[in-house]
């Protein structure tokens, strides 16, 4: 029993999780949104466990970073103002959906690839005010087709009051994530 206990203590050293040989590992943070523009992409190394995280030192800057839509090729550029942001060119085009993107990151020691294939628009169908309780409907949301979003009474919400629920359409994706933005 007391090596059981001693296997789940959440006392923990800084090198028990990653150990000095995934540093230095590239790591690529973005995200495709269907309807948006290209993104930018951060592209950084993993730092040495114990020690302080640097942005400077993290940041990769000589990588050149494309993303493929078709026999199109959207080349990124460093940012030289956030070490390790790449942005997308100029006059980059919107996520389409339903459509594949290949990225390929070409480092002095590695090539990275990456494959993802954009989702369908997700249409909702209703919206709610769910009092989180009691699953009662407290009131009825209006939806773009249904008007004026931004000035309908109904769309008017006090803060931290009830649950919003919305039913979309079914997407055909093993998952997704929705994101609700503030305007």
């Known amino acids: ?39 930018f992409l951060y592209l950084r190394r993993t730092q040495p466990p114990g020690s302080p ?18 026999d ?8 030289p103002d956030s070490h390790g942001r790449h942005n997308p060119p100029p006059n980059a085009p919107i996520v ?17 690839t990456g494959r993802t294939h954009t989702p369908a628009r997700v249409h909702i169908q209703s919206a709610f005010l769910i009092d989180e309780q009691s ?15 931004y000035t309908s009474p109904l769309n008017q919400l006090h803060y931290q009051e009830g649950v ?9 994706a093993v998952g997704y994530q929705l994101a609700i933005l503030s305007l």
């Open 1 to 39: 029993a007391s090596i059981v206990l001693q296997a789940c203590s959440a006392d923990r050293q800084s090198g028990d999780l990653f150990g000095p040989t995934e540093a230095g590992q590239p790591v690529v943070d973005g995200l495709l949104i269907v309807d948006r523009k290209l993104p």
């Open 53 to 70: 995280y640097s942005r400077l030192q993290a940041g990769i800057v000589s990588a050149n970073v494309t993303i493929y839509e078709g």
């Open 72 to 79: 199109r090729a959207y080349r990124y550029a460093a940012d």
């Open 96 to 112: 389409l959906p339903e459509t594949t993107y290949d990225l390929m990151i070409e480092l002095p020691d590695k090539i990275i």
């Open 135 to 149: 699953d009662e409907i407290l009131q009825e949301l209006t939806l773009f087709n249904e008007g004026d979003v």
């Open 164 to 172: 919003i629920e919305l039913a979309i359409d079914t997407v055909e």
